[in-house]
């Protein structure tokens, strides 16, 4: 079964300063990796997502994330961080896209962005 | 894009109650979709596979005679918490995938926050 792990539960970062979150998967195959950001009390939003091609995935909101086969990894990555930045960030991969259960997505226990003035 | 929403976003029940949450694919049709359960600063756990036109496939230690799925059309999938206790306070979320032209992105509700007394 597949996993993913988020090695951060908590980052705080200066305004302007830039970021890095990690995400680790485990599956056997290549997955479909995908972001999402939550604000408190609300559903998730698609920053980006990784299905084939270049490893270098652009997304919204001047996010970018790198899939990197040999460590395992899709780590999100931001130039310079903005206070509307702070919020939760989910790491998740999907099985397949063959159709049915397929579709349903693993999450990364998330981490909590704090951004200081 | 495509659009899945929920209803009710917030609701409050006495424990021993039934209450009904629906997930509904506005522009777009959904012969499967998943329901997530979000406890809070926690991240999304699978409950079940909602299947239009047959049983729900639920996922291991999810009751199924407690949480009722039902696939009524290719837009509605609705969730019945039965018998509702305090532990069954949570942030209920809802998906479906997109069509393949959406290539394989999921989409989200913005959630239901059930709250039992």
């Known amino acids: 079964a597949q996993s993913v792990t988020q090695p951060d539960i908590h980052i705080t970062v200066s305004e302007g300063a830039s970021l890095e979150l990690r995400c680790n998967y485990s599956y056997g195959a290549t997955p479909y990796l995908f972001w999402y950001v939550q604000s408190p009390g609300q559903g998730l939003q698609l920053l980006l997502k990784?299905?084939?091609?270049?490893?270098l995935v652009q997304g919204i909101k001047g996010f970018e994330a790198e899939f990197k086969r040999s460590q395992s990894s899709f780590n999100l990555r931001k130039p310079s961080v903005h206070w509307s930045d702070a919020a939760e960030y989910f790491c998740?991969?999907?099985?397949?896209?063959?159709?049915?259960?397929?579709?349903?997505?693993?999450f990364g226990k998330g981490t909590l962005l704090t951004v200081n003035p | 894009g495509a659009v899945v929403s929920q209803h009710p976003s917030r609701v409050i029940c006495k424990s021993g109650t039934s209450v009904k949450i629906e997930c509904r694919s506005l522009d777009f049709q959904a012969t499967t979709m998943f329901w997530y359960r979000q406890f809070p600063k926690q991240s999304l756990m699978l409950m079940a596979t909602s299947n239009e036109g047959s049983k729900a496939t639920y996922e291991q230690g999810v009751e199924k005679d407690k949480f009722l799925i039902n696939h009524a059309s290719l837009t509605l999938s609705t969730l019945t918490v039965t018998s509702a206790h305090p532990e069954d306070s949570s942030f209920y979320i809802c998906?479906?995938?997109?069509?393949?032209?959406?290539?394989?992105?999921?989409?989200f509700g913005p959630g239901t926050r059930l709250t039992v007394l």
């Open positions: 990784y299905f084939s091609g270049d490893t």
């Open positions: 998740a991969v999907q099985k397949g896209n063959s159709g049915g259960s397929n579709y349903k997505l693993t």
């Open positions: 998906s479906a995938p997109g069509t393949p032209a959406i290539y394989n992105e999921q989409f």
